[in-house]
């Protein structure tokens, strides 16, 4: 029997290209990829979250349409988004959804009106009784617990799969963002195109998100890893294995990287500089899951001339902000995006 606490739920859900968490106040409940299998003729969802992810470039794509409902932080494909999010929800609530919850649902900052709009749309028609909508990095520093109520300038950067944002918060508000629509997916892009580039062989993304996870780096490394990964030969189509060591994923990186390091940049100039001075004392919380490249932390230190560190719950801040938020409604609303 559900107890009274979870049929009259608060719950934060991070609606992520890559991911997709929700949590109430005691923890994580739901951790699935954002993508959802269909079967082309009828139409029919089939697979969802880690099942659907497991088919990936496994089944004909003729039959079977294995999609990414967010792209690039946005929803891509209103009706699967929706339904994706009716059926983590049902997960959550168990069979006897007597009350539906009230949800915080995290957008990418600067979503346009249309875009923030879907998401608030797919979540209440999903099953959800109230919905607000909180900007990603918002959720993230209150995840993070960065003192973000105090007239002071705290610094976090979001690297999702889809977007990179970066943010300065004070007094609950953002003083100043930019949200750059690439992320980790485009490195993986990139790392593809590198592989077939120099030794004319194809990769699939997801062995060049194994190749970024497993030996990749933001920076040179003392130890050289190798990992060996198969491929298609560009020219015959035949099975070829390759081998890529530490320092050419690093390589390969560079160019998105620097994107990043761009975003960054724009978001400090536009800071006052009484902020910038908290942000050099405090330092640049980094978060997301493209936080745990390794060496991303000295690449932005460098980059940027101020301290940058990995937080410690990187993959879990904003879904865990999501939910504090609902209880801080009244302080925060003012700086919601509006529906
Ligand atoms: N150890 C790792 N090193 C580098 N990248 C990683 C590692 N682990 C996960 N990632 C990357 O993190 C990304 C997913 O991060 P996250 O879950 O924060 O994204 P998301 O919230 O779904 O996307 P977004 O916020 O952009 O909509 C993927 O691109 C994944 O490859
Ligand atoms: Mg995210």
Redo the contacts with the bound molecule.
């Keep these: 029997m559900p107890t009274l606490t979870s049929l009259s739920k608060e719950l934060g859900i ?1 609606l ?4 997709t968490r929700i949590a109430d106040s005691g923890g994580v409940l739901m951790d699935e990829p ?1 993508i959802v299998a269909i079967v082309i003729e009828e139409q029919k969802i089939v697979a969802l979250g880690k099942e659907a992810r497991g088919m990936q470039g496994r089944v004909s794509e003729e039959t079977i349409e294995v999609t990414h409902p ?1 792209q690039k ?1 946005v929803v891509a494909d209103y009706e699967i988004t929706e339904a994706l999010l009716a059926y983590l929800l049902k997960q959550v609530s168990g069979p006897m959804r007597i009350f539906r919850p009230r949800v915080m649902i995290t957008v ?1 900052y600067g979503v346009t009106s249309v875009e923030a709009r879907a998401v608030h749309e797919a979540v209440l028609q999903a099953g959800s009784r109230d919905a607000y909508l909180i900007q ?1 990095p918002l959720a993230a520093a209150l995840g993070v617990d960065l003192p973000v109520g105090a007239p002071s300038g705290n610094m976090v950067v ?6 990179t944002q970066a943010a300065v918060i004070s007094m609950y508000g953002i003083v100043a963002a930019e949200t750059l629509r690439a ?3 485009q ?2 892009e990139a790392i593809a195109l590198y592989v077939r580039r120099k030794y004319g062989v194809v990769i699939g993304s997801t062995t060049a ?1 194994q190749l ?2 497993r030996i ?1 780096a933001a920076v040179s490394q003392d130890k050289e890893e190798s990992l060996e990964v198969q491929g298609q030969d560009q020219v015959s189509g035949l099975p070829r294995p390759v081998t890529l060591t530490t320092g050419e994923v690093v390589e390969a990186l560079q160019e998105p990287l620097k994107q990043v390091i761009e975003n960054c940049r724009r978001v400090l100039e536009k800071t006052p500089p009484e902020l910038v001075s908290d942000i050099i004392d405090r330092g640049v919380a980094l978060t ?3 936080a ?3 060496g991303i932390d000295k690449l932005l230190t460098k980059a940027l001339g101020i301290p940058a560190y990995v937080v410690d719950n990187p ?1 879990t801040c ?1 879904v865990q902000g999501a939910v504090k938020a609902l209880g801080m409604y009244s302080v925060l609303k003012r700086n919601l995006p509006p529906v």
């Design positions: 991070d992520g290209t890559t991911q954002t967010l932080g990418p990603q979001c690297l999702g799969g889809g977007t992320g980790g997916m490195l993986d998100e970024k996870v990749g997301g899951g493209g745990q490249l390794r993959t904003v």
